[in-house]
């Protein structure tokens, strides 16, 4: 199997002149998904000692729900913008799940019951889902071939913008509060009945600055051309980069969408032994984003922290500067993802990710405390921000034929949100039976299994067009 990208065929042509300011721009709008989806993901930590007094939650069960609810409607996003987005279009879905950002943080900030925060909660998450498979979909199907990785990155960025205002807000409005109060003085506090509910209301406006301009981004040139509608597909390509780039991207797209051996496309062709192991691929790809390890030190920050020797303030401030690194590495990806390429980036991270994690199990079981741990987790924040958290996005974006991607994407998603879950849920079992540096320990053993699970299995895509990605693989003629 070659790696370099020589399997595929050669660069798209030369001297095309893009219109970059149209086409970040609609990338940007596009990426407005991934802000709201960071803020609705991360806020509920901050709001979770207001509302869990406010609704009087004593029981495990019902703090746990509260916790991940979420979660739930996140699935039934992702499986269903995949159905959505090929029979609707991207653009349609990019709309609804605007509108259901909007309605549902204004709705879960001002429920009057416990049974109205987790239903809104979970329509929060259903938008997250959809948000999660679309907008990294449509980026990279309007995309040239040599701005692809940044602007898929883009997404990732403003995901990681999101985390970070969600992280302010909660340092903000927590430091508020003494570090001795009481669960009552907490309830009858201003952030025990109204401060945690403006802490959600918040994500609305951005949501409602997201549906309006969603409407005015054109529908994905392949998705037009999948549904026979030429004329509309070539006015976008001709607005991203002129006749020349339409008439040759046009060619190419139709070339791939007859390629299969009934020229369809969609969930029945993702049975066969071909797509198999593309989707395999895929959701392999998802998995290992998840259980290298890193989202966890992301939901249990404080935990990770206090088991360091900080004080409430200073986990709290921790947590913050988490999300500083996050977004400065980020944007240090913007500069290599097109650069550097997608594989030789993924396996950096794979080893990086597995050198810090050890060491972090080693400060662990050395009982150090303090900068220490702060240092290691950075470090390991870093190396994620700038790998496997913006590459795993543009890679499943990009690796699917154009006849699938919808579904395609769709399925990897979900594998996403399922892995994101059980790491989520195990790590206090983990925890609790091989300790804290057993736990890294075996996140480190996941990114060396991921490690090799990249360097044999995923090829090279930088530079080239979503076509030539195409057939660079072992697809049917």
Not at 32 to 53: P, R
Not at 443 to 449: K, L
Request: charged share 15%; net charge positive; with cysteine.
């Amino acid at each position: 199997m070659v790696h370099d990208g020589r399997a595929f065929a050669g660069q798209a042509a030369s001297g095309i002149e893009y219109r970059t300011g149209y086409t970040w721009m609609i990338a940007t709008v596009a990426a407005l998904g991934g802000l709201l989806f960071g803020y609705d993901w991360v806020v509920i930590g901050g709001a979770k000692a207001f509302y869990e007094t406010y609704f009087q939650l004593h029981s495990a069960e019902l703090i746990g729900w509260a916790n991940s609810c979420a979660l739930l409607g996140c699935l039934i996003g992702s499986v269903m913008s995949g159905v959505m987005a090929d029979r609707f279009g991207r653009k349609p879905l990019l709309i609804l799940s605007a509108f259901l950002f909007a309605a549902s943080s204004v709705l879960t900030g001002w429920a009057p019951e416990f049974a109205w925060f987790v239903t809104w909660r979970i329509c929060g998450g259903v938008a997250i889902g959809i948000a999660s498979n679309v907008s990294p979909l449509y980026i990279a199907e309007i995309s040239p071939a040599a701005w692809r990785g940044r602007l898929v990155a883009l997404n990732q960025l403003t995901i990681v913008v999101g985390i970070l205002a969600a992280q302010v807000v909660n340092w903000l409005i927590a430091d508020a509060v003494p570090e001795n109060a009481t669960a009552e003085m907490i309830r009858l506090s201003w952030n025990g009945q109204a401060g945690w509910r403006w802490m959600f209301t918040a994500v609305a406006a951005p949501a409602l600055v997201f549906f309006a301009s969603a409407w005015i981004v054109p529908e994905s040139p392949r998705w037009l051309l999948r549904r026979g509608r030429t004329e509309a597909a070539r006015k976008t390509l001709e607005r991203i980069g002129g006749e020349t780039h339409a008439a040759r991207s046009l060619a190419e797209i139709e070339e791939t969408l007859h390629a299969g051996p009934d020229g369809g496309g969609g969930w029945t062709h993702l049975r066969t032994r071909a797509m198999g192991k593309i989707l395999l691929v895929g959701v392999g790809l998802a998995v290992l984003q998840q259980w290298c390890g890193i989202n966890v030190i992301f939901n249990y920050a404080e935990e990770i922290y206090r088991g360091a020797g900080y004080g409430i303030s200073g986990m709290l401030f921790n947590v913050v500067i988490t999300g500083v690194v996050n977004l400065v590495f980020t944007l240090v990806a913007l500069g290599f993802v097109d650069r550097t390429g997608r594989r030789s980036l993924m396996l950096v991270g794979c080893g990086g990710l597995a050198v810090s994690h050890l060491l972090i199990g080693f400060a662990y079981m050395a009982q150090l405390r303090g900068a220490t741990v702060l240092v290691l987790t950075l470090c390991t924040i870093g190396c994620y921000a700038m790998t496997l958290a913006p590459v795993t996005w543009v890679l499943i974006s990009e690796i699917f034929p154009n006849r699938v991607r919808g579904a395609a994407v769709s399925v990897s998603v979900s594998a996403l949100w399922i892995a994101s879950f059980l790491l989520t849920y195990t790590f206090p079992l983990l925890e609790r039976s091989v300790g804290q540096a057993g736990t890294f320990w075996t996140y480190s053993g996941f990114c060396v299994a991921g490690f090799v699970f990249v360097y044999g299995s995923v090829r090279e895509t930088k530079g080239r067009t979503l076509e030539e990605i195409e057939r660079g693989f072992d697809l049917p003629a």
